[in-house]
């Protein structure tokens, strides 16, 4: 993972105004930025340059933002990826957020915050580097880099937010986790969801990992306050 300050960039973007102005004002930063005006395009450059951080606009010719994240996501689980999008409908930005994007900024922004947001996202990954690769229990086996999970030897889909949830609670465990705190770190602090989001989430994954889930020994419920995953 490079520097901060230096990392790569690709904005894929296909308004002329917004990447051209995006290139220069992330080179004025000290990024290295690559630019594509259409997701063919910008799918090519991502797998052949592997950039450190990918902003994506949703409304992109050849092919859509939502088939690009879904697509770099398939082989890449551990890039960045920020969202810049006219489109703020909730259901847009829950969309992108679980084909596995990282934020999701509405048009307009302001270039200050969109800076703000990449040195978060680029922090992250960095931190992500340093941490466990695999988490393996009983007959579970949690891949984090390759955001997979097994359990007895057979491979279970998740979600993108599914895991997310799943990987926070086990890099956690031990620790009562709120749901304010769950919700900020796997949604996002301005998802607008509630606590029964969560919940529903808990029951899923439980249906997975637990042996039996109405009397689960992994991811256990606080009363009042959250849940956390069993030591």
Request: proline letters at 4%.
């Amino acid at each position: 993972m490079n520097d901060p300050v230096s990392a790569r960039i690709l904005v894929i973007e296909d308004d002329p105004a917004i990447r051209l102005g995006l290139q220069k004002t992330l080179g004025f930063e000290g990024y290295d930025v690559l630019g594509a005006e259409d997701g063919e395009t910008g799918l090519e450059i991502a797998f052949s340059n592997r950039p450190d951080l990918i902003i994506l606009d949703l409304m992109l010719p050849r092919l859509n933002g939502y088939e690009v994240c879904r697509t770099i996501r398939k082989h890449d689980p551990a890039i960045p990826i920020l969202i810049i999008s006219a489109k703020d409908q909730e259901i847009d930005k829950i969309m992108g957020l679980d084909l596995g994007a990282d934020d999701y900024i509405t048009k307009p922004f302001s270039t200050r915050e969109l800076a703000a947001r990449i040195k978060a996202a680029l922090r992250r990954s960095r931190a992500h580097e340093h941490e466990e690769k695999t988490y393996e229990r009983g007959g579970m086996c949690v891949d984090f880099a390759g955001q997979t999970l097994t359990v007895d030897g057979r491979q279970l889909e998740l979600s993108t937010r599914e895991f997310r949830l799943l990987s926070y609670l086990i890099r956690n465990r031990g620790r009562v986790l709120s749901r304010d705190q769950i919700l900020n770190h796997v949604w996002g602090y301005d998802y607008e969801g509630t606590a029964r989001t969560i919940d529903n989430f808990i029951t899923k994954l439980r249906s997975k990992i637990e042996g039996d889930p109405t009397a689960p020994e992994l991811i256990l419920t606080v009363r009042g306050v959250g849940y956390k995953f069993a030591e």
